[in-house]
């Protein structure tokens, strides 16, 4: 039987918040890591499973039927993921994000939507509550979504032909249902919708402009992503990672391009618009130029650890305290301590690592913490 990859876990962070008095602690504040970063936004993973098998995340030669996925007790409960959520906001989060694994297999999840989106920031404003998905049940979950509070989505979508994109999610899953989530999504006002697409050169860089040229003229914003070295999996090599750099002149080959400003401070993407005004691309470079300076996010698994990193090898347990009958105050200390010590950027350093030290290194799967 496959073994589930167990991450390592920090527990001392939160050991030591547990026993700090309650009147010693500032339960809220703004946050800054030792590199200056504020905490921002939270990434919140509510399954380690997912429906699809795509090379880059959860190759199927490690997640085959006898993988062994987290039981449903270790999960962190709906309850549990609010309190979490609302700490966060307390210490300055004003984005949330639903990942996965693939978030919409988690039963009732609108029921946590509608949990978040009651959540204020401390001046009374609502969040930026999204939730980034495979799209493949989109469709009929998208009116549920927005009943409930959901804001918008952005969909992963790595190809527009049919036999190109069954092949990357190695489930034989047909292209125009993603499409019609797509669809849904647009007409339950989940906007404005982004489209993720991960290029790896030799399997799908030849759908970079039959992408573009169907987004093109819509409100959908469709951004590029260079293969990631996540996790331990996927069988990465720097030889199919195609920069950013290179998509940018692709596309300028038939469609001009002018650099766009950032939406937001510590914004992955750099944006990019067409010229004649028919909307937007974006290239998010974390291979080629790291953008781990800007960082301002903070992943929180579906079992209650605390990552600072996408490429990171260890967590900080807060399930620990939530079940361990932790006031607030004291997880909110955690919290502050956590983000306090982060000095994670992994994206910066790897051109500097040599191949033995970026080969041995032990991260946590992007199917545990999301994107």
Same mark, same amino acid.
């Given at each position: ?12 962070? *939160?050991?030591?918040?547990? +026993?700090?008095?309650?009147? #010693? $602690? ?11 970063? &504020? ?12 429906? /699809?098998? @795509? ?16 039981? +449903?007790? =270790? ?5 549990? !993921? ?78 527009? #032909? ?11 899953? &047909? ?6 989530? $797509?669809?849904? =999504? ?14 790896? %050169?030799?399997?799908?860089? +030849? ?12 409100? $959908?914003?469709?951004? /590029? ?11 990465? %090599? ?16 038939? /469609? ?5 400003? &950032? ?17 937007? !691309? ?9 953008? @781990?300076?800007? @960082? ?12 600072? @990193? ?9 399930? =620990?305290?939530?079940?361990?009958? *932790? ?6 200390? =955690?919290?502050? +301590? ?30 545990? !913490?999301?994107?």
């Amino acid at each position: 039987m496959a073994e589930r990859v167990i991450p390592l876990v920090d527990r001392r962070t *939160a050991a030591r918040a547990a +026993h700090v008095p309650e009147q #010693d $602690i500032a339960a809220t504040g703004l946050l800054a890591d030792r590199l200056g970063r &504020p905490l921002h936004d939270l990434r919140i993973s509510v399954t380690d499973r997912c429906n /699809f098998r @795509c090379s880059y995340c959860m190759p199927k030669e490690v997640f085959d039927k006898d993988y062994s996925y987290l039981p +449903h007790s =270790a999960l962190l409960t709906f309850e549990e !993921i609010t309190r979490l959520a609302r700490l966060f906001v307390a210490h300055g989060v004003q984005k949330l994000r639903l990942t996965g694994g693939e978030p919409l297999l988690r039963k009732n999840v609108e029921i946590l939507v509608e949990q978040l989106a009651a959540l204020r920031t401390p001046a009374g404003e609502p969040l930026d509550l999204t939730l980034t998905t495979n799209g493949s049940l989109l469709a009929r979950k998208a009116k549920a979504l927005k009943a409930a509070g959901l804001k918008r989505v952005t969909v992963s979508l790595d190809g527009l #032909d049919d036999a190109v994109f069954r092949r990357m999610n190695d489930v034989d899953f &047909p292209v125009h249902e993603v499409l019609a989530g $797509i669809d849904a =999504a647009r007409e339950a006002g989940l906007g404005p919708i982004k489209v993720n697409m991960v290029v790896k %050169r030799g399997t799908n860089e +030849h759908e970079i402009l039959p992408m573009a040229r169907h987004f093109r003229g819509s409100d $959908i914003v469709l951004r /590029f992503i260079e293969y990631m070295d996540v996790g331990a999996t996927n069988g990465w %090599r720097m030889e199919e990672v195609m920069p950013s750099a290179e998509v940018i002149r692709l596309l300028q080959s038939e /469609f001009p391009l002018v650099p766009l400003s &950032p939406s937001a401070p510590g914004e992955t993407a750099e944006r990019w618009g067409y010229a004649d005004g028919r909307g937007e !691309i974006g290239v998010i470079s974390s291979v080629t130029q790291a953008f @781990c300076r800007d @960082c301002n996010r903070a992943r929180l698994s579906t079992e209650g650890q605390v990552y600072l @990193c996408l490429f990171a090898s260890q967590g900080h347990d807060l399930r =620990a305290l939530l079940r361990g009958g *932790a006031s607030d105050a004291q997880i909110a200390s =955690a919290i502050a +301590h956590i983000w306090h010590g982060r000095e994670d950027r992994y994206s910066e350093l790897r051109a500097s690592m040599p191949p033995e030290a970026q080969s041995g290194r032990r991260r946590v799967e992007m199917s545990y !913490i999301g994107g």
